[in-house]
């Protein structure tokens, strides 16, 4: 399974994600880092899921980034 998520950069100056992290195998972004994302752009990153078993999980997508807040989480789930 495939999750399309968009990551924006509304500060001013360059927005540098250097990796994704999960704590869950089965979650993965097979982007080539670090990325640079321009102020004011946004671009596209493909979150991969490959359950081993049936039933729900939960799990945070942690992107590493040069932000002044440092971590920007997102929160996944999925019901199987």
Do not use: H, W
Request: aromatic residues 12%; charged residues 20%.
């Amino acid at each position: 399974y495939q999750q399309m998520v968009t990551v924006g950069n509304v500060g001013n100056a360059p927005l540098m994600i250097e990796g994704v992290e999960f704590s869950a195998a089965e979650f993965s972004c097979n982007e080539k880092f670090p990325i640079e994302i321009a102020a004011g752009s946004s671009r596209d990153f493909t979150l991969a899921y490959a359950p081993v078993e049936r039933g729900a999980i939960t799990e945070e997508a942690k992107f590493i980034t040069n932000s002044i807040y440092k971590l920007f989480r997102l929160l996944l789930t999925s019901c199987m």
